[in-house]
Nanobody, 126 residues
């Protein structure tokens, strides 16, 4: 059973930086999965943020977020990260990590992701 757990969310001010983490359970073949971050604002659909290939060779970002957000991973620690900079109130939402056990190239299609964490709340005040 693959279990993902996000952490690191919180309340920050506009312009601040924040890093959220996603840890996979001990026996998860984490290093073979593409990983992604999605977010969901109140009343809105869950949307793609960023994805990274199993070996971190390839990353993919939602166009408007590239440059402010950076996805990374540490396979030795079974952990993926999302570094967020220059945060804006519109970045507020629940941030979810997800694992894609099949794709070689990271995908933005939510349907590719089989395993999900429970989410961590990020709130950016103006």
């Amino acid at each position: 059973q693959v279990q993902l757990a996000e952490s690191g969310g919180g309340l920050v001010q506009a312009g601040d930086s924040l890093r959220v983490s996603c840890s996979a359970s001990e026996h998860t073949p984490f290093s073979s999965y593409a990983m992604a971050w999605f977010r969901q604002a109140p009343g809105k659909e869950r949307e793609f943020v960023a994805a990274i290939s199993w070996n971190a060779d390839t990353t993919l970002y939602e166009d408007s977020l590239e440059g402010r957000f950076t996805i990374s991973r540490d396979n030795a620690k079974n952990t993926a990260y999302l570094q967020m900079r220059s945060l804006k109130p519109e970045d507020t939402g629940v941030y979810y990590c997800a694992a894609d056990p099949h794709s070689i190239v990271p995908q933005s299609d939510i349907k590719k992701y089989y395993y999900w964490g429970q989410g961590t709340q990020v709130t950016v005040s103006s």
